[in-house]
């Protein structure tokens, strides 16, 4: 295993003190093996994943197709919900950003944001995050640990409880569309990632296609081949710059994966280059990477990539002193990439004034101990 992967392929935290496992950890695949462990039919599998995920029953007792004697096994022995809700915010966009409590006591954010024809919910795979991007608040937090499959999936089935109790019009379509694209590195925590997906695409559970999953990844390249193995969901690039020189400082990964090895890396993918469009992120910061001549690199950089290019005006915070160009650079720029041939679009963010738009969550809502408050100072394979 690649070392860099290995130093930051943490555990995923404290073992919870209940020494109970969770229904949740598991893919369907997954809990019917662990279910003839305990000398139970694979099949109930298949009844439990559609008691937790099509119908939002958590509560075994609740679950009435199930023998009374499995019931109380459920109830006894296994754990089923992994994660309260601390707060929700609105925005006046309709965006819904809600806070969600571990067992443990650690805090992570998810975004729902509502669109003319879907409902796209964004989701966490990490308390805090260890990558560090010098633009983005998650990263600022530092890191804490990776978050279990159950504590991922639980933001869908949390997030659609509140949703289901809003009577606006967005509400009866439920969450279309899962983004991996919240707090922490998604590839950092890959099999939790993996098995989520699998939850997410089944149809006994969330049954979405793959097309309305996106995993967003800064590039971390020994992991891509794994992830699209898994199903074909779509890779979003966190991309942000056109050289090595202003992508180190954006991004810090990029000195151990550098801009050539990461596109290479996608270029030689049959997962990538046979299935749909890549969409390469692109956070547009005032007198870093917005000049005429980054927008001229941009084409030659992806070709031989099925790409979309995603401008996203940089959403300031706090933790940051950089900020959004003005609109009639964000215009020049998005002439000219848009006039080399690459599909472009203009990211508009939404949830700006509950701080829920891309690289705001940062739990500012949540009070946190202030021993969990990284100094800020670069991750240790970059200095
Ligand atoms: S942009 Fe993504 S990878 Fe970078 S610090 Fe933020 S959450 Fe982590």
């Known amino acids: 295993m690649d070392p860099l992967i290995q130093a930051l392929d943490i555990a995923t935290g404290p073992v919870d003190p209940s020494g109970l496992p969770h229904l949740k950890d598991h893919s369907i695949g997954s809990l019917r093996t662990k279910l003839v462990e305990f000398g139970l039919p694979s099949y109930r599998a298949d009844q439990i994943a559609g ?10 007792e609740a679950m009435t197709d199930l023998p009374a004697d499995l019931r109380v096994h459920l109830a006894s022995e296994w754990q089923t919900r992994a994660l309260e809700v601390a707060s929700v915010l609105r925005s006046v966009d309709g965006t819904i950003k809600a806070a969600f409590r571990t067992w443990d006591g650690e805090h992570i954010e ?9 409902n796209t919910l964004c989701i966490s795979t990490q308390v805090g995050c260890p990558l560090a991007c010098s633009f983005c608040a998650t990263g600022a937090l530092g890191f804490t640990r990776n ?29 279309t569309n899962v983004v991996f694209m919240g707090m922490g590195e998604p590839l950092l925590n890959l099999d939790a ?11 006994k559970a969330f049954a979405l296609a793959p097309r309305r999953v996106t995993v967003s990844t800064v590039g971390v390249l020994p992991r891509l081949e794994p992830l699209l193995a898994v ?6 690039v966190s991309l942000h710059a056109t050289t090595d020189a202003v992508r180190d400082q954006l991004v810090p990964l990029n000195r151990r994966f550098p801009l050539a090895e990461l596109l290479d890396t996608l270029r030689g993918l049959e997962t990538v280059t046979q299935r749909r469009p890549v969409f390469f992120e692109y956070t547009l910061i005032e007198g870093v990477n917005d000049s005429p001549e980054d927008a001229k690199r941009l084409a030659p950089l992806l070709a031989g990539i099925p790409s979309k290019l995603n401008l996203i005006p940089m959403n300031g915070h706090a933790d940051s002193p950089m900020h959004s160009p003005d609109d009639a650079t964000i215009d020049r720029f998005l002439r000219i990439v848009a006039g080399s041939g690459l599909f472009v ?9 509950i701080d829920a738009a891309c690289g705001q969550l940062a739990l500012r809502h949540v009070a946190r101990a202030a021993a969990s408050v990284s100094t800020g100072a670069p991750p240790r394979w970059a200095r």
């Open 110 to 118: 998810s975004v729902l944001i509502p669109e003319r024809a879907r």
């Open 51 to 60: 008691w937790l995920y099509r119908r939002g029953v958590d509560d075994p």
């Open 345 to 353: 679009s203009l990211r508009r963010s939404r949830g700006l004034d």
């Open 193 to 203: 990632v993996l098995e989520t997906i699998r939850l997410l695409i089944h149809p």
């Open 231 to 236: 199903a074909p969901v779509n890779l979003a």
């Open 147 to 175: 978050l279990r499959t159950s504590e991922i999936i639980d933001q869908v089935c949390r997030m659609a409880e509140i949703l289901a109790a809003d009577d606006s019009p967005e509400s009866a379509r439920g969450i």
